[in-house]
T-cell receptor, first 112, second 113 residues
Framework: SQTIHQWPATLVQPVGSPLSLECTVEGTSNPNLYWYRQAAGRGLQLLFYSVGIGQISSEVPQNLSASRPQDRQFILSSKKLLLSDSGFYLC???????????FGPGTRLTVT | DAKTTQPPSMDCAEGRAANLPCNHSTISGNEYVYWYRQIHSQGPQYIIHGLKNNETNEMASLIITEDRKSSTLILPHATLRDTAVYYCIVRVGGETGGFKTIFGAGTRLFVKA
């Protein structure tokens, strides 16, 4: 069966510090991968998606970037965090009979 | 992707059926209807999807109108653990080019004892 991992689960970072969040998927090959962010009390915002190694599509211009160095690894990064980057970051992959999305446990980021 | 319209919130008594409506009047012929839910502090969870036929699984039933302009998600016997935000999404099915799933505001379902 397929599983998706994200780490860390929680993170507190000062403004201006760098960020690296990692997501890995097991049990499937060449998945479509996605990064979402959810600010407190708000809906999900699609940040990036990837259909293959090195292929990244950005949905919202901001100080975040994404990379896919391996087939089942998706990384979200920032060189300098802003207060507005605080939120719940979710990684997802597309699979199943209906190509539905499956989400990881998420990383709760607080920028102070 | 077509746009969906859902009520912002609904209440349901525990043990009763919860019927969550969704309007998608501009849905295209190759677009599927998907339902997800998000329990507080967790990632969204896939529930069910369909094209034009009604669907049922261990979690819920999906009823799609004949003209496909609306659908209803049915939780047959709601429990307190079903309290969550429910998202109705329409998008093209299949696996080509990375299909973006855009989440709207959803319906916040409160199941009350």
């Amino acid at each position: 069966s397929q599983t998706i991992h994200q780490w860390p689960a929680t993170l507190v970072q000062p403004v201006g510090s760098p960020l690296s969040l990692e997501c890995t998927v097991e049990g499937t090959s060449n998945p479509n991968l996605y990064w979402y962010r959810q600010a407190a009390g708000r809906g999900l915002q699609l940040l990036f998606y990837s259909v293959g190694i090195g292929q990244i599509s950005s949905e919202v211009p901001q100080n975040l970037s994404a990379s896919r160095p391996q087939d089942r690894q998706f990384i979200l990064s920032s060189k300098k965090l802003l207060l507005s980057d605080s939120g719940f970051y979710l990684c997802a992959w597309t699979g199943g009979r209906g190509h539905e999305q499956y989400f990881g446990p998420g990383t709760r980021l607080t920028v102070t | 992707d077509a746009k969906t319209t859902q009520p912002p919130s609904m209440d349901c008594a525990e043990g009763r059926a919860a019927n969550l409506p969704c309007n998608h009047s501009t849905i295209s012929g190759n677009e599927y209807v998907y339902w997800y839910r998000q329990i507080h502090s967790q990632g969204p969870q896939y529930i069910i999807h369909g094209l034009k036929n009604n669907e049922t699984n261990e979690m819920a039933s999906l009823i799609i109108t004949e003209d496909r302009k609306s659908s209803t998600l049915i939780l047959p016997h709601a429990t307190l653990r079903d309290t969550a935000v429910y998202y109705c999404i329409v998008r093209v099915g299949g696996e080509t080019g990375g299909f973006k799933t855009i989440f709207g505001a959803g319906t916040r379902l409160f199941v009350k004892a």
